[in-house]
């Protein structure tokens, strides 16, 4: 029977996907996907700020979810191990282009097409904007600016941000503000406008 007294089934958690992938039962990693491949490609992009690199690298945290599915603890958070899996790439990631240090046009920032409605004062002030916030996330300390995108963007509570930082909730409060106060000195300006 169909119709408003038929009932919906509910769709699996991470965990029970979790469970069922690591009995492999491969399906179940196309669900995952489904699920977190949009917050996991917003966070590496705010992370990398290079979309062609945040698309690698979510392949790769998918892929390593896969390998390594026989390791993830049942009764575990999956959104937390997820996010430690691309924390982790991403700094790696960091790490390796610090190294050799390279300039092209796949770094540079994107161009944003406005609406033809906009009027271009608008904008070239909310490009400018978008640039002077841009540039005081980078200049944030890395260990400043990951919780801050995990807070800010993820909306992750701050206890699951300290398990993926490796850090203690007081240390992620202490990290949280002083990336704040750092962000409202180097936006000193636009605040006061």
Not at 6 to 13: K, R
Not at 95 to 103: A, G, I, L, S
Not at 106 to 135: F, I, K, M, Y
Request: hydrophobic share 40%.
């Amino acid at each position: 029977m169909s119709g408003p007294a038929a009932e919906e089934t509910p769709s699996p958690t991470d965990e029970a996907l979790m469970a069922a992938l690591a009995a492999e039962d491969l399906p179940a990693l196309d669900v995952l996907m489904v699920r977190w491949q949009g917050p996991l490609l917003g966070f590496l992009h705010r992370q990398l700020r290079n979309e062609a690199d945040a698309r690698d690298l979510t392949q790769e945290t998918f892929v390593r979810v896969y390998q390594h599915r026989t390791r993830y603890r049942p009764g575990a958070r999956f959104s937390t191990w997820l996010f430690q899996i691309a924390l982790n790439l991403a700094r790696d990631h960091a790490r390796k282009t610090t190294r050799r240090r390279t300039d092209s046009l796949e770094t540079a920032p994107p161009t944003n097409l406005a609406d033809p409605g906009t009027a271009p004062d608008a904008v070239t002030c909310q490009s400018e904007e978008h640039a002077a916030v841009r540039a005081a996330l980078d200049q944030l300390p890395a260990e400043l600016r990951e919780v801050l995108l995990l807070a800010e963007y993820e909306h992750l509570p701050h206890t699951e941000i300290a398990a993926l930082v490796g850090a203690t909730t007081k240390a992620v409060e202490s990290r949280l503000a002083r990336a704040r106060a750092k962000l409202r000195a180097s936006l000193a300006g636009w605040l006061r406008d």
